[in-house]
């Protein structure tokens, strides 16, 4: 079984398209998050729930909206893509909001905007 | 947000050598974690680091945590090509929410 699993694993769609990326872990884990990984490899913040709580929201574009229903799911969804949106998307979930034992990742969803 | 700035930005060596790659902050950190991520797959965590001076091993992978608590290093034994990927520290604060990744280390072996 996989522990983060997202879906899907690519995804190409055209700028102005609205898209969304799923993500479940199956680790009974309280917190979840959002990375982007740029084309330099950065891995950048971008949004943490705890237990369907909004905790962290970095500054990103308010196209990207966060959605929470249960502890184990956390979607993203994204308005009016742009080009500057492509990248690879990575959940990951850990025990709790103090990630005193790291997280766990997903295997990513590449985001393609052409 | 924080990065951390590792060195070197890419490795290029022959199987059988060891590889050093380290990690630097302007901050303070109680905990360092050492991740690899391989092509096409998400970061996996390799090493914990809890405690200041702390040397930790993972078969050929041993990392340490800064006695400054500002560094961490890993190092690779003998260097097989399975070992490509590429490796990110992290470091975190008891009272923080999140873990601040490093630039990244891209490793080649060349067989």
């Known amino acids: 079984d996989t522990a983060v699993s997202q879906t899907p694993k690519y995804l190409v769609t055209q700028m102005g398209n609205d898209k969304s990326i799923k993500c479940e872990q199956n680790?009974?884990?309280?917190?979840m998050y959002w990375y982007k990984q740029d084309s330099k490899k950065f891995l950048k913040i971008m949004f943490s729930?705890?237990?369907?709580?909004?905790?962290i929201n970095e500054t990103v574009p308010n196209r990207f909206s966060p959605k929470s229903p249960d502890k184990a799911h956390l979607n993203l969804h994204i308005n009016s893509l742009e080009l500057g949106d492509s990248a690879v998307y990575f959940c990951?979930?850990?025990?709790?909001?103090?990630?005193?034992?790291?997280?766990?990742f997903g295997s990513g969803t590449r985001l393609t905007v052409v | 947000g924080q990065q951390l700035n590792q060195s070197p930005q890419s490795m290029f060596i022959q199987e059988g050598e060891d590889v050093s790659m380290n990690c630097t902050s302007s901050?303070?950190?109680?905990?360092w974690l050492w991740y690899k991520q391989e092509p096409g797959e998400g970061p996996v965590l390799l090493i914990a680091?809890?405690?200041?001076?702390e040397l930790t091993s993972n078969g050929r992978l041993t990392a340490q945590f800064g006695i400054t608590r500002k560094d961490s290093f890993l190092n690779i034994s003998a260097s097989i090509p399975s070992d490509v990927g590429i490796y990110f520290c992290a470091g975190g604060t008891n009272t923080g929410n999140q873990f601040y990744f490093g630039t990244g280390t891209s490793l080649t072996v060349i067989p």
């Open positions: 990951a979930s850990s025990q709790d909001y103090r990630p005193n034992y790291g997280y766990t």
């Open positions: 680091l809890y405690k200041a001076g």
């Open positions: 680790l009974g884990h309280d917190t």
């Open positions: 729930y705890n237990n369907k709580e909004l905790i």
């Open positions: 901050s303070i950190f109680n905990t």
